[in-house]
Nanobody, 119 residues
Framework: QVQLVESGGGLVQAGGSLRLSCAAS????????MGWFRQAPGKEREFVAH????????YYAQSAKGRFTISRDNAKNTLYLQMNSLKPEDTAVYYC????????????WGQGIQVTVSS
């Protein structure tokens, strides 16, 4: 079955960096546009970033532009999110997703990983 497993989360001070990874299995990774979403306590899940199947295009939520970079390695079936200049408002559970639609839904979701940014 399809599995998306996030790693790399944790606790970091404001201004710091983290790199999230998402290891995919059970699907032809290169056939899927991939995305990162996040959900903060008491808030709805929101879009963070998307990357096309061959990495030719990326786009970001306004909150992520200039600070976050999405990338992928199709040979390793892995998606990444480099997060720099982290802010306390970036604190959330981060999810990777495969086969992302404009509506914000996706074919497959990871289980999520906690990112906490302390002030």
């Amino acid at each position: 079955q399809v599995q998306l497993v996030e790693s790399g989360g944790g606790l970091v001070q404001a201004g710091g960096s983290l790199r999230l990874s998402c290891a995919a299995s059970g699907l032809t990774f290169s056939n899927y546009g991939m995305g990162w979403f996040r959900q903060a306590p008491g808030k709805e899940r929101e879009f963070v970033a998307h990357i096309s199947r061959s990495s030719t295009s990326t786009y970001y939520a306004q909150s992520a532009k200039g600070r976050f970079t999405i990338s992928r390695d199709n040979a390793k079936n892995t998606l990444y999110l480099q997060m720099n200049s982290l802010k306390p408002e970036d604190t959330a559970v981060y999810y990777c997703a495969a086969g992302v639609y404009d509506s914000g839904s996706a074919n497959y979701w990871g289980q999520g990983i906690q990112v906490t940014v302390s002030s």
